[in-house]
């Protein structure tokens, strides 16, 4: 079935740092690809989205781009900051059918 | 503009109880879904609804009944608590095809 793989967390970061957050998946159809972050008590909001193929999706400093050849869509930000501490979660979704969602990866910016 | 509003933010039930949770959207979407997130995974789908009166069961559905007699509520049923069904519980909705708009969570504890 259609599955989503992230990273493994808690990924620890000094403010400023790079990020780079892992995300392939398995579909049998072509998907588009979200990302979504979900800061502590509350609930998931769309961080980005990309359709298809080579789409470049971006927000907040961040950025992700749909990558057929490798089905991958990892998640970059130049520079983090301290409130971007949250879980980030990638999923996809097939037309006609329901999100499918990766475990999420938990990211803590130390000042 | 309100749009997915959830109650209650806590509850704590035990093993045998029975309780609703509420679920409401303002913005006509016609798609609406349950997830429960146990702690360190991911988003497992419960029930979701594609429209009034239409409802379907997800991956874990067990012990979990809705209902969707409008367009703006879906709430769900838990008949008969049980300790596996300690979770945190997401309500989203959407437009066919588009970004989950999530609620901000039920946390509920059965003991």
């Known amino acids: ?111 | 503009n309100a749009g997915v509003t959830q109650t209650p933010k806590f509850r704590i039930l035990k093993i045998g109880q029975s309780m609703t949770l509420q679920c409401t959207q303002d913005m006509n979407h016609n798609y609406m879904y349950w997830y429960r997130q146990d702690p360190g995974m991911g988003l497992k789908l419960i029930y979701y609804s594609v429209g009034a009166g239409i409802t379907d069961k997800g991956e874990v559905p067990n012990g979990y009944n809705v209902s969707r007699s409008t367009t703006e509520d879906f709430p769900l049923r838990l008949e008969l608590a049980a300790p596996s069904q300690t979770s945190v519980y997401f309500c989203a909705s959407s437009l066919g095809g588009a970004p989950l708009h999530f609620g901000n969570g039920t946390r509920l504890t059965v003991t």
């Open chain 1, 1 to 111: 079935g259609d599955s989503v793989t992230q990273m493994e967390g808690p990924v620890t970061l000094s403010e400023e740092a790079f990020l780079t957050i892992n995300c392939t998946y398995t579909a049998t159809g072509y998907p588009s690809l979200f990302w979504y972050v979900q800061y502590p008590g509350e609930g998931l909001q769309l961080l980005l989205k990309a359709t298809k193929a080579d789409d470049k999706g971006s927000n907040k400093g961040f950025e992700a781009t749909y990558r057929k050849e490798t089905t991958s869509f990892h998640l970059e930000k130049g520079s983090v900051q301290v409130s971007d501490s949250a879980v980030y979660f990638c999923a996809l979704s097939l037309v006609g059918q329901n999100f499918v969602f990766g475990p999420g990866t938990r990211l803590s910016v130390l000042p």
